[in-house]
């Protein structure tokens, strides 16, 4: 397995495990800003490595009167104050061809949303930026279907791959998780992340809004953890009840220490055990 480095974070099988966290969308500068301060503290507190995310448009929202965010320009500036002033790498999704030239300028990973993950055009205009690039698996894919999708970036040349994880479609309104996934997308041969956060969603049904099981997060994340990931993607906020996006599944961000502290020793546990217990078949 390759490993994938952003700024001085090195994501790979024998390296820490890595904590991509923030709000859902950037609600403003100063609640952005709060929030990667606190996670920042939290991180130096626990001796979590952690990436920056919070998206400066939800492009995907399920009703048209959905707060969306800033948009990228306005949503770009606050990433970058973020990144000055707490020395943090940052992520945010990219939906269209042009975004990217401007994403590129201040992202450190160029993430593509789980609806876009089969767009060719998008994919080879992120590829190109050889820039480190985070692909969430749409819900509606096997996890061995990705293969397609690495090749269409490392065709480029880009092997500075991330594959994220988030569930797959269970009827018309649950998703459940196999952590069979994380495994077989390893052998594309780049580290995987598991979204606990939108893995909990349940997708509306007659409601204009997404709903989810914020509660079951924590359970998910260190199945996850123990099945040998090498990041975990959270997405917390300081009032989830009143987060303007997602807020059935957005994390509780004074919760956000002691569930790092839980996933940072779970990791340790888990790979101890397979450099010890290593079962082949």
């Known amino acids: 397995m390759?490993?994938?480095?952003?700024?001085?974070?090195?994501?790979?099988?024998?390296?820490?495990?890595?904590?991509?966290?923030g709000p859902c969308v950037i609600e403003s500068l100063d609640h952005t800003l709060t929030c990667a301060q606190v996670l920042k503290k939290i991180a130096e507190k626990t001796n979590s490595r952690l990436i920056f995310k919070a998206s400066y448009d939800k492009a995907n929202r399920t009703s048209f009167d959905s707060y969306r965010g800033p948009g990228i320009e306005e949503g770009l500036k606050i990433l970058e104050r973020v990144k000055k002033e707490f020395d943090l790498p940052v992520v945010s999704d990219v939906h269209t061809v042009e975004e990217v030239k401007a994403a590129k300028e201040v992202l450190d990973v160029l993430q593509i949303p789980a609806f876009l993950c089969r767009q060719t055009d998008l994919i080879v205009e992120a590829a190109k930026t050889q820039m480190p690039i985070q692909i969430k698996k749409g819900q509606f894919m096997s996890p061995w279907a990705m293969k397609n999708i690495v090749n269409k970036i490392t065709h480029f040349g880009n092997e500075k791959l991330?594959?994220?994880?988030?569930?797959?479609?269970?009827?018309?309104?649950?998703?459940?998780?196999?952590?069979?996934?994380?495994?077989?997308?390893?052998?594309?041969?780049?580290?995987?992340?598991f979204d606990a956060t939108h893995s909990v969603q349940m997708p509306p049904t007659s409601a204009k809004?997404?709903?989810?099981?914020?509660?079951?997060?924590?359970?998910?994340?260190?199945?996850?953890?123990?099945?040998?990931?090498?990041?975990?993607?959270?997405?917390?906020?300081?009032?989830?009840?009143?987060?303007?996006s997602d807020s059935g599944t957005v994390f509780p961000l004074d919760q956000m220490e002691k569930l790092?502290?839980?996933?940072?020793?779970?990791?340790?546990?888990?790979?101890?055990?397979d450099e010890e217990y290593l079962i082949s078949l």
């Open 209 to 244: 809004t997404t709903g989810g099981n914020r509660q079951f997060i924590p359970t998910l994340a260190k199945a996850a953890v123990a099945a040998g990931c090498q990041a975990v993607f959270i997405e917390c906020h300081p009032d989830p009840q009143n987060a303007l």
């Open 162 to 193: 991330l594959l994220c994880d988030r569930g797959v479609s269970f009827g018309y309104n649950t998703l459940v998780s196999d952590m069979c996934a994380i495994p077989i997308m390893q052998e594309c041969g780049f580290p995987v992340v």
């Open 2 to 21: 390759k490993d994938v480095v952003v700024q001085n974070i090195t994501i790979g099988k024998k390296e820490p495990l890595v904590f991509f966290s």
């Open 260 to 273: 790092m502290h839980v996933l940072n020793e779970y990791s340790i546990l888990s790979r101890k055990m």
